[in-house]
């Protein structure tokens, strides 16, 4: 009998820690309906939009990157693509298939066969309305491991096109001076890597966890 309280012990401190460690692992991923920064790593540069569209190309509303940390339009929610919606609260897993949308203005990250006004890659646009766009809208993540976490830096690929979302220091002018250009590439390299910074993580069935203020 005594052998068997032991082992029943035992059992419920192993099952505790295995909780502990799951939720752990959920505080540190990047979850559906997380509103968060990116940046670039390499330029240092944060994901930027705002109600300034394109002077050429597609004339859609422009998406820049930006050296200030504090600026409110750098805020990104994490969605689940149109067909197929993600749980909020739920670790995105790496190559999963996700929809980024601009908080300010409920505009989705979008691609297409347009040049960039300065480097002449692919142009990146926010595109839609209330966060409803079309099918180039969505992009996979490229992670290691199972899940997007956040101290780790990512690669977004775009569906539609296969390129990658990327960032190589070109600065634009007025009305825009000192932004850098946002585009797709072609190919992986280290101008594509992002990571998550400042924002509100989603736990399933908590509040948001928050990682520094909005």
Known sequence: MERIR???????????????????????????????KLLNTRHNVRLHSHDVKYGSGSGQQSVTGVENADDANSYWQIRGKPDRPCQRGTAI????????THMKTGRNLH????????????????????????????????????????????????????VYLSVTGEQYGH???????????????????WRAMEGVFILPSQDPLRHDEL
């Open 175 to 193: 009305p825009i001076r000192g932004q850098r250009e946002v585009h797709g590439m072609s190919s992986p390299n280290q101008h594509s890597w």
């Open 6 to 36: 032991i082992f029943a012990k035992s059992l419920v401190l192993v099952l505790l820690w295995c909780h502990s460690e799951g939720r752990e692992s959920d505080a540190n991923g990047v979850t559906c309906g997380s509103l968060v």
């Open 93 to 100: 897993k790496c190559g999963q298939t996700i929809r980024i």
């Open 111 to 162: 691609t297409h066969h347009f040049s960039s006004p300065l480097s002449n890659n692919q142009e990146v646009s926010a595109f839609g309305e209330n966060g409803e766009g079309d099918d180039l809208d969505v992009w996979k993540v490229h992670c290691d491991g199972d899940h997007w976490e956040r101290d780790e830096a990512v690669r977004f690929q775009h569906i539609g096109t296969d």
